[in-house]
């Protein structure tokens, strides 16, 4: 692992492997959405100094010659860009099964084409939809309970097929709920912390509270990337991240206003709450393939990784919109 393109650099979670990335003494190129404006999304938030080590690439997986360029020269691709966010997928499914699915394709046949000798694909615990059982192991079906996990279960399978049919090195990297410094407030632990630190009536908005999450700060989450990269036990199978420990929303969401305001309440917002059937209501990982193949365990509690949280949307409150529904 010298030479590594990483797709959706500019994300939550890209951004942070891409600056562990360049710590490790990689060579990196990361590949951002194309914009006008030459915004690097989250890659703002890193240390400066680090980006100078950064080949910043734009462009769109939806285009297959734009990334078959970036991933020319590169032994390694950690492919994570898609769209994330689940209430936007019920508004445009068509969206995501062009980026998810058609854009993870050209990914794999460009990773083919120029013989990438290690492909880490990114999926995700909602996949598995709400637990049939639990702690939630590799080997539990996947179920699609919304468009957005559809278009992954899609990605997968597709990934699946390139190391089945053609031996491409993939491996496929599960996370589950990831959290920390720099996530958008789409994610329900921004959207308790940002609100919790304006509100003017001590009340926040929330949906349901009943769903049960298993969080791993987005460090752990990054090693686990980097575990694999580093390794070739995982090709062809799928590895799950995660803490092994779940909490319902309404414990996390007490344990964090504890930390900011005891007199916070929460109100029920409707507009918050996913359609019934479409709601995953318990995610619970079963780690021990994570454990066993990469000697992975997360280094960080809940509790640790909120505090770094917290201090961080402090300093950017500019970043978040508490006032409105992020979705």
């Known amino acids: 692992m010298k030479k590594v393109l990483v797709t959706g650099a500019g994300g939550f979670i890209g951004s942070n492997l891409v600056e562990a990335l360049v710590l490790e003494g990689c060579e990196v190129t990361a590949f951002l959405h194309y914009n006008s404006r030459s915004d690097y999304g989250n890659l703002d938030f890193i240390d400066q100094t680090v980006i100078k080590n950064i080949r910043i690439v734009s462009g769109d997986i939806q285009d297959f010659m734009t990334i078959r360029k970036a991933v020319t020269g590169h032994d390694t691709v950690m492919h994570l860009a898609a769209l994330i ?3 936007y997928s019920y508004h445009a499914p068509e969206s ?3 980026t998810n699915v058609l854009g993870t394709l050209n990914v794999l046949q460009a990773c083919l084409d120029e013989d990438v000798s290690m492909v880490i694909h990114t999926s995700t615990s909602e996949t598995y939809g709400t637990a049939i059982y639990t702690p939630i192991d590799e080997n539990h079906p996947l179920q699609g309970q919304s468009p957005y996990s559809a278009s992954k279960i899609g990605a997968d399978k597709i990934a699946e097929s390139f190391y089945r049919s053609f031996d491409l090195p993939v491996a496929t990297i599960r996370p589950f709920n990831t959290f920390g410094p720099g996530q958008s407030a789409r994610a329900i632990i921004p959207t308790i912390i940002s609100q919790a630190l304006t509100t003017k009536d001590n009340t926040i908005h929330l949906g349901l509270l009943t769903p049960v999450r298993d969080l791993t700060f987005v460090k752990d989450t990054v090693q686990g990337f980097i575990d694999i990269g580093k390794k070739r036990n995982t090709i062809g199978r799928v590895v799950n991240i995660g803490s092994g420990a779940g909490i319902t929303i309404g414990d ?4 964090i206003i504890a930390q900011i305001n005891p007199e916070i309440r929460i109100k029920s917002d409707e507009n918050r709450i996913r359609p019934e059937k479409s709601e995953v209501m318990e995610l619970i990982c079963n780690n021990r393939a994570a454990s066993e ?8 509690t809940l509790d640790s990784g909120l505090s770094e949280t917290i201090n961080f949307i402090k ?3 500019d970043f978040y919109k508490p006032n409105i529904y992020n979705i």
């Open 293 to 300: 193949l990469l000697g992975w365990q997360p280094a960080y």
């Open 315 to 317: 300093d950017h409150l």
């Open 96 to 98: 995501y099964v062009k």
């Open 85 to 87: 966010a689940i209430p």
């Open 252 to 255: 996390l969401a007490g344990i």
